[in-house]
């Protein structure tokens, strides 16, 4: 059996400590990715995984740039609701919804519409037309600001138009500074 020599600045040594470190770190990196694709998602009132809302159409696709690991993408030539819902309620005030989307589409084409509606008298309280502003896969984020008189049960809803690859990762809700 061969002995090896430790002094000091060691080669194997090193080298060893070195790889120890790289597994730690990926070992930890790993644990922190599966949290976040098997988080559920729900933070709290006002913030939503597309993932975690009913849909019509698209399917749930893995993306490591999104929040949690996953989004919600529609295929083409396929049209529908990629999420809508999820019928909580909230207090009068005013408020601001921002929609997180992902496109891949040729600039200036509506890939789909983005809104904000009362579910129990079914009034769109704000809404507004996704238009494609690059031919490269574009992130971006949709805000849409509204006023509530009463407690009401909201819905968030974002319409798919079948064209190009359109995708929605998150909704986020809250009152603004005003209130």
């Known amino acids: 059996m061969a002995a090896v020599q430790m002094t000091e600045g060691n080669p194997i040594r090193n080298r060893f400590s070195t790889r120890a470190q790289v597994a730690g770190l990926l070992a930890l990196g790993l644990l922190v990715a599966l949290g976040l694709l098997f988080s559920s998602g729900q933070v709290q009132q006002g913030h939503y995984q597309a993932e ?20 919600v993408c529609g295929k083409p030539g396929q049209t529908g609701a990629l999420i809508y819902g999820p019928y909580d309620w909230y207090d009068p005030g005013e408020y601001k919804t ?10 200036g084409t509506v890939v789909g519409r983005v809104e904000v509606s009362d579910a129990k008298t079914a009034a769109i309280l704000a809404s507004g037309d996704i238009i494609n502003a690059d031919t490269a896969e574009v992130r971006f984020v949709y805000q849409l600001a509204f006023s509530i008189r009463q407690t009401s049960q909201l819905e968030f809803r974002v319409w798919y138009y079948g064209i ?5 990762d998150q909704v986020i809700t809250q009152l603004t500074a005003d209130n």
């Open 52 to 71: 975690n809302l009913p849909r019509t159409t698209g399917a749930v696709v893995l993306n490591l740039r999104a929040a949690y690991g996953r989004e």
């Open 164 to 168: 190009d690859r359109f995708c929605v």
């Open 98 to 107: 921002a929609f997180y989307l992902r496109a891949e589409a040729v600039p």
